[in-house]
């Protein structure tokens, strides 16, 4: 099993930033990459950016140039760090890993969320 505990979220003023930071534990091996995602009332649950083993990123369109994520391989954690954060990044932010499975190919774990509200 893979636990997910995600830290960070919060109210900001339109403009501010916050980093999400999410700490994995667990059977966190064959791990294909972490990522997060975001979830707005009344909207699906849609991609922010994600980092695979290798390195590489994936952002939305709507973060580019914003946000940015990273990891700490020694620490299993992954960060989102958001900048100039505008009122429609409001949302339940999740965290999430995808691991290779022998049996069920690549499954994903989620975390608790965390709630993010861009307001003044």
């Known amino acids: 099993q893979v636990q997910l505990v995600e830290s960070g979220g919060g109210l900001v003023q339109p403009g501010g930033s916050l980093r999400l930071s999410c700490a994995a534990s667990g059977s966190i091996f064959n791990i294909n990459g972490m990522g997060w995602y975001r979830q707005a009332p009344g909207k699906q649950r849609e991609l922010v950016a994600f980092?695979?083993?290798?390195?590489?990123?994936t952002y939305a369109d709507s973060v580019k140039g914003r946000f940015t994520i990273s990891r700490d391989n020694a620490k299993n954690t992954v960060y989102l760090q958001m900048s100039t954060l505008k009122p429609e990044d409001t949302a339940v932010y999740y965290c999430?890993?995808?691991?290779?499975?022998?049996?069920?190919?690549?499954?994903?774990?989620w975390g608790q969320g965390t709630q993010v509200t861009v307001s003044s």
């Open positions: 999430n890993l995808q691991k290779h499975t022998i049996y069920s190919g690549l499954v994903s774990y």
């Open positions: 980092i695979t083993g290798g390195g590489a990123t």
